[in-house]
């Protein structure tokens, strides 16, 4: 027998085939690990917007009732808190991390992050304070 060539067969991909959906970390994030290391992750992130979006994901990959019922927040007050531009406060993201079986610490920073100094006030020459520069007027 010569060398034998199979035949491949013909593989068609339509657009159907190649439609993209978009992602949703969510379904991604299917173990309490996955959910420590995402969080972890977003703690070394300057902007606090990506830590409501993981607390956001965590919420819809657990079930905001799971998360209500560990919490004790109502349902409705989580989808409140962790809404698009919404900014939860303190307490909320506390007991959300405390229900997820974590707890938040503090750590001194490699490099810390300096923000412009405020200009200093200027004080006037003869320390009347209006912070002008100018020369109170006398009075007669």
Known sequence: MKNA???KPRV???K???RAREWDPSEWLDTDDKIRRQLEACSKDANPRVLVMVLQATARALGMTELARRTGITRESLY???GFSRNPRLDTVLKIVRALG???SLKRAKKP???A???PRVRAANGNGNGNGRRARKTA
């Open 113 to 115: 992050t300096v923000r």
């Open 102 to 104: 974590l707890e938040v």
């Open 16 to 18: 159907k085939d190649l």
């Open 117 to 119: 100094a405020a200009r």
């Open 12 to 14: 068609t991909v339509t």
């Open 5 to 7: 060539i199979c035949a």
């Open 80 to 82: 409140k808190s962790l």
